[in-house]
T-cell receptor
Framework: QSALTQPPSASGSPGQSVTISCTGT?????????VSWYQQHPGKAPKLIIF???KRPSGVPDRFSGSRSGNTASLTVSGLHIEDEADYYC??????????FGSGTKVTVL | QVQLVQSGAEVKKPGASVKLSCKAT????????WHWVRQAPGQGLEWLGI????????NPAQRLQGRVTLSRDSSASTLYMELSSLRSEDAAVYYC????????????WSQGTLVTVSS
């Protein structure tokens, strides 16, 4: 099972929006409604910010939103904050292959 | 307050085995599914496998099948992952993570355990 494809980097100024794509196949993203996104700061464990494509866990700011079209999922951070600078990973259920993560995107807040 | 607490860092020689533990507190252990994920230095996340405590059913990642054993002690709310025939590329931070059943997501993560493989 190959990793989902994410852009290596993305950036924006505070207050701007940034969108990260996550491309898979019909065997993962396109086949199931179980896409999630994780934020990871250096030296820390990942933190769940989006699950089931569009849902936010309690406590996650509503500036984080998720969507999906076909085999590609996207995470949008609207109104960037300094503390949003981190690595972001998508993940998808992949049936009998279990789960697959994206390659990761480093978001820089300029 | 849910907490996942792992055993300490390990240093192993190539060809050896390592067994990591992860103790869950703060919620009903058998209600959830449990996963192992690793992250090599400077690299991305890699899913390693799932264990369902109620049944003991496991599904290791295909590329690790034959080398990884997932187990649990439900009475102690503890997960175990044993990885054998260690190679240099197994050096990573290993995490355990909790999945609310059928959610397809990992809502709580452990602090991570560093495994170093070196002769």
């Amino acid at each position: 099972q190959s990793a989902l494809t994410q852009p290596p980097s993305a950036s924006g100024s505070p207050g701007q929006s940034v969108t990260i794509s996550c491309t898979g196949t019909s065997s993962d993203i396109g086949g199931y409604g179980f896409v999630s996104w994780y934020q990871q700061h250096p030296g820390k464990a990942p933190k769940l910010i989006i699950f089931e494509v569009t849902k936010r866990p309690s406590g996650v700011p509503d500036r984080f939103s998720g969507s999906r079209s076909g085999n590609t999922a996207s995470l949008t951070v609207s109104g960037l904050h300094i503390e949003d600078e981190a690595d972001y990973y998508c993940s998808s259920y992949a049936g009998s292959d279990g789960y697959v993560f994206g390659s990761g995107t480093k978001v820089t807040v300029l | 307050q849910v907490q996942l607490v792992q055993s300490g860092a390990e240093v192993k020689k190539p060809g050896a085995s390592v067994k990591l533990s992860c103790k869950a507190t703060g919620d009903t252990f058998t209600t959830y599914y449990w996963h192992w994920v690793r992250q090599a230095p400077g690299q991305g996340l890699e899913w390693l496998g799932i264990i369902i405590p109620d049944t003991g059913a496991t599904n290791p990642a295909q590329r690790l099948q034959g080398r990884v054993t997932l187990s649990r002690d439900s009475s102690a709310s503890t997960l175990y992952m044993e990885l054998s025939s260690l190679r240099s590329e197994d050096a990573a931070v290993y995490y355990c993570a909790r999945e609310p059943p059928h959610s397809g997501s990992f809502d709580y993560w452990s602090q991570g355990t560093l495994v170093t493989v070196s002769s």
